[in-house]
């Protein structure tokens, strides 16, 4: 049998499986246009926000060293955003853990 013929008796076994199954049939239909609504809702009652692009402070990775990695862990616990780049974002600073203790 070709793949159409297949597909096409499988489509037709189950419209017939569905329509015999009126409840069913409309608890599967309503349900996702149910969600979409409250979607919709939700999207209505809090609209988008313009927020300014956020820039965090460096932060060393293991590979840095223990104590470095634990320094930016412990000094950084809040994560701050700031509006601008900050001192370890310009070009071509790999770092700026100089003067940590």
Same mark, same amino acid.
């Given at each position: 049998? /070709? !793949? &159409?013929?297949?597909?096409?008796?499988?489509? %037709?076994?189950? #419209?017939?499986?569905?329509?015999?199954?009126?409840?069913?049939? /409309? *608890?599967?239909?309503? %349900?996702?246009? #149910?969600?979409? #609504? *409250?979607? *919709? /809702?939700?999207?209505?009652?809090?609209?988008?926000?313009?927020?300014?692009?956020?820039?965090?402070? +460096?932060?060393?990775?293991?590979?840095? &060293?223990?104590?470095? %990695?634990?320094?930016? *862990? !412990? $000094?950084?616990? +809040?994560?701050? $955003?700031?509006?601008?780049?900050?001192? &370890?974002? /310009?070009? &071509? !600073? !790999?770092?700026? #853990?100089?003067?940590?203790?």
């Amino acid at each position: 049998m /070709a !793949v &159409g013929t297949q597909l096409g008796l499988l489509l %037709w076994k189950n #419209f017939t499986y569905r329509r015999r199954q009126r409840i069913q049939l /409309a *608890i599967e239909l309503l %349900w996702p246009l #149910f969600l979409f #609504f *409250i979607l *919709i /809702a939700v999207r209505q009652s809090h609209p988008p926000f313009k927020q300014h692009e956020c820039h965090f402070p +460096n932060k060393a990775l293991p590979s840095a &060293g223990t104590l470095p %990695w634990l320094q930016g *862990i !412990v $000094c950084n616990v +809040n994560n701050p $955003c700031f509006r601008h780049p900050t001192a &370890g974002e /310009a070009p &071509g !600073v !790999v770092g700026n #853990f100089e003067g940590s203790l």
